[in-house]
């Protein structure tokens, strides 16, 4: 049965509250952003804004149980176009928690030296964090931090090429039965006569041309607008 959550934990340490998304800080007292901070007792919330987040975004748009979109808490992740790490940050809250006592690990890539700034220093405080600076589509680069494959890979990297970059990421990291998430910018894609519409179906053509199986495709439209996140599972 689909559990839609409109108020109540999604999963450990993500909670929702009408249209509100929080997670259970990891460093207490700390904003990432300029993020509200609430006390709850001993555990302090941090809102996560789905307006500056497509995983929050998703998160709130999904008609599947939003916890499928969360990796388990303890797990080895990657993450593809980290950015300034505003969505890591609450990845991490949940994935690794206070001093990373669930054990978890995300690596982070990144082209841009200015993000890596951003993501060393957010990872000096967060263990579990490991910030790589790298071009994603260089998957040699980053290998080394990936002995293992992974259950769940997020790519939003917001350039051209972005659904083969997923597959060939996923092909190569993601574990059998894996999670990925795209996140799809019909811009950032080469021009196609019928717009966005056209460059999202064909993105999806050629999912569907993949060994990967796509399970949902939610629009962020009004959250994030142009994109829409692609749920897939990976092969047997
Ligand atoms: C939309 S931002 C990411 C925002 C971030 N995911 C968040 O929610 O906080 C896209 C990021 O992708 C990075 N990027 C673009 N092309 C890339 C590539 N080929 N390899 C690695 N990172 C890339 C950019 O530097 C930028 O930081």
Known sequence: MVKRTTSGSIAWGVMRQGRGLWTRNAVKGERVRDERLRKDGKIEWRSWNPRSSKLGAAIIRTSEDPGILLPSPGSNVL???AGHGTTISHLHDHLCGVE???????VAVDLSSRC???????AEKRPGLIP???DARKLDDYSVFLTNRVPWI????????QVELMLSVCDRFLDSEGIALLSLKAASERWKDGGDKARFSDAEARISESKMTLMERIDLRGLEDQHVMYVLRGPK
Do not use: C, E, K
């Not at 997020?154 to 090429?161: K, T």
């Open 100 to 106: 990373n006592h669930h054990g978890g690990t995300i």
């Open 132 to 134: 790589v600076l790298a």
């Open 79 to 81: 993450y593809i176009g």
């Open 116 to 122: 890596m700034r951003d993501l060393i220093s957010l």
């Open 154 to 161: 997020l790519q939003d990297v917001s350039q051209a090429g």
